[in-house]
């Protein structure tokens, strides 16, 4: 399974990340040189340095949407080696295991909805939608074709059931101290699942200004990906069907970052960062349909294969704080978000770090996100009416707001640090649109997600 | 928020963020020795990876945005 593969973001933000860390703890070092191996007296004074340390940092996802949709179980294991000149290399592993079911794009109807999809090639080991439960064999009439069969009840939310995957990635990112103020990173990124494969790389510099109180850092990658749909690539805005579809799509991410970090006084590290790219390619998600329903009755007339435009220039602002307040420490943040599909995006974020004991500390986290919609949203087409270039149903291009509201907490381990962290995410949209026609009025047309997640992790240096 | 106050706020925020980043940060900072709350580890900008990774990894699978800060998860196969 795919959509919104997004390989450059992670490994840029990792460079920059990487980068800001890096010179950060360098300032750390400067005023307190102690390696991490000696235990810290008290794990929220800790100015210990990863300096010719290695660091080994596991930890496992455990997400879960209400309503029997997607759950995924995510393993991460990084390893990070540090000699004494302040250079790193740094290798993750990430194993992805996703189950459950997830929107078609159709809208709910007051009947009993079918749907058909083609079926897997014979022999070929794919575990995609055939181990599901209410799918059937069927023969697409007049013709020898095999189709799979599935059904939506009445006033449900369309979705696919049986949907099964899994994903490998490597993140390999080395980190060069040219000088005292000066280090760049060289980085890639290797993805792959049944459907979908992403290749990326990147490079980064950066530079200590103003006695070390400010850093700013500039990063670039490239990313090249490639979409596999079990069934071949549907035609856009063509009606859905049990027939193999077309061959594999690609599209290039090309990003940029420009950061700014910036010690404010004692008590507060700021960062700005400016974050631009350019996606060319195949974007549609090829799984996806829209409804085309009776403009008087709302009734489904049939079924098409969504369509995106080629072409996306995101760009974003991000603003984050981190202040020490007594012996608790604040993180800010805001991001102002914008792209050519016409999302505007806004999310502020903050969390507190409070210390409950010596060797253990708490931190209660909220977020808040609120986003327009894509020019080409529509929760469904009216039959009669002509047909738009780009049409889709995917509420994560719909206008919603989220919150999050979450809990960490880490607790001084042996030669490390165990930490676990429980978060609940609530989307809210619009789920009577004004002017639905006739019956589609009184479905629910919002088909955003509540979900639950808990990281479970242990992170620890050693010689 | 209606879209065109997020646009004006973008807007806002880049002209802010510019002013301030060319004429603010000389006149900023702190001396070596008045680092010491600075140098916690809980200071850092990003104290936990694989939390900041997955966490970008669920939002950019399930909202329309991304970038921002952090480290994100890699190639995504999440919704």
Not at chain 1, 300 to 321: A, D, H, I, K, M
């Amino acid at each position: 399974m795919q959509l919104t593969p997004d390989a450059t973001k992670g490994a840029l933000r990792a460079a920059l990340g990487a980068m800001t860390a890096a010179l950060f703890l360098a300032t750390g070092a400067s005023a307190q040189d102690t390696p991490a191996s000696s235990k810290p007296a008290d794990i929220n004074d800790d100015t210990s340095t990863d300096t010719s340390l290695t660091r080994v940092d596991s930890a496992v996802l455990f997400y879960q949407e209400a309503g029997g949709r997607v759950q995924a179980t995510e393993p991460v294991v990084s390893v990070t080696m540090n000699d004494d000149s302040g250079n790193s290399i740094n290798v993750k592993l990430t194993a992805d295991t996703l189950t459950g079911a997830t929107p078609n794009g159709a809208a709910p109807w007051t009947g009993t909805q079918t749907f058909i999809t083609p079926v897997k090639t014979a022999g070929v080991q794919t575990t995609t939608t055939s181990a599901s439960g209410n799918k059937v064999l069927v023969t697409v009439p007049g013709t020898n074709i095999k189709a799979a069969q599935y059904t939506a009840d009445p006033n449900t939310l369309p979705v696919d059931h049986g949907f099964r995957d899994q994903r490998y990635a490597v993140d390999l990112n080395y980190s060069v101290a040219v000088d005292n103020v000066s280090r760049f990173t060289i980085g890639g990124n290797l993805s792959t699942e049944h459907d979908y494969s992403s290749l990326s790389g990147n490079f980064g510099v950066s530079r200590d200004l103003n006695d070390r109180n400010t850093t700013i850092s500039a990063a670039v990658s490239v990313e090249m990906d490639t979409s596999k749909p079990y069934f071949g690539t549907p035609e856009p805005m063509t009606a859905m069907s049990g027939a193999t579809k077309g061959g594999n799509r690609t599209k290039t991410v090309v990003d940029a970052v420009f950061g700014v970090s910036q010690v404010v006084n004692r008590y507060w590290l700021a960062q700005l960062d400016y974050n631009i790219d350019q996606v060319s390619g195949y974007q549609t998600d090829p799984y996806r349909i829209i409804s085309v329903v009776s403009g008087t009755t709302g009734a489904p007339v049939r079924y098409l294969y969504e369509s995106r435009p080629t072409s996306r220039l995101r760009q974003s602002l991000y603003f984050g704080n981190k202040i020490a307040l007594g012996p608790t420490v604040a993180d800010a943040s805001m991001r102002v978000y914008h792209d050519s599909w016409g999302i505007n995006s806004l999310t502020l974020d903050v969390a507190e770090r409070v210390p409950v004991t010596r060797w253990m500390y708490v931190e209660p986290h909220l977020r808040y996100y609120s986003q327009t919609k894509a020019n080409f949203f529509h929760d469904y087409l009216v039959s009669g009416q002509a047909l738009p270039a780009f049409a889709s149903s995917d509420s994560r291009l719909g206008k919603f707001t989220a919150t999050t509201v979450g809990l960490k907490v880490g607790v001084h381990m042996g030669p490390g640090e165990l930490y676990a962290r429980a978060e609940s995410y609530d989307q809210k949209g619009t789920s009577h649109p004004a002017g639905a026609p006739g019956a589609l009025a009184q479905e629910n047309l919002f088909s955003g997600v509540k979900a639950t997640s808990v990281v479970l992790g242990y992170s620890f240096g050693f010689w | 928020m209606p879209g065109d106050m997020i646009t004006r706020l973008f807007r806002l925020v880049v002209a802010a963020g510019v002013a301030a980043a060319l004429s603010g940060c000389a006149s900023m900072g702190v001396k070596p020795w008045d680092r010491d709350l600075l140098a916690r580890r809980s200071m850092a900008p990003v104290t936990h990876p694989n939390l900041t990774g997955f966490e970008q990894h669920i939002y950019f699978s399930k909202e329309g945005s991304s970038g921002g800060s952090g480290s994100a998860g890699g190639g995504c196969g999440c919704n």
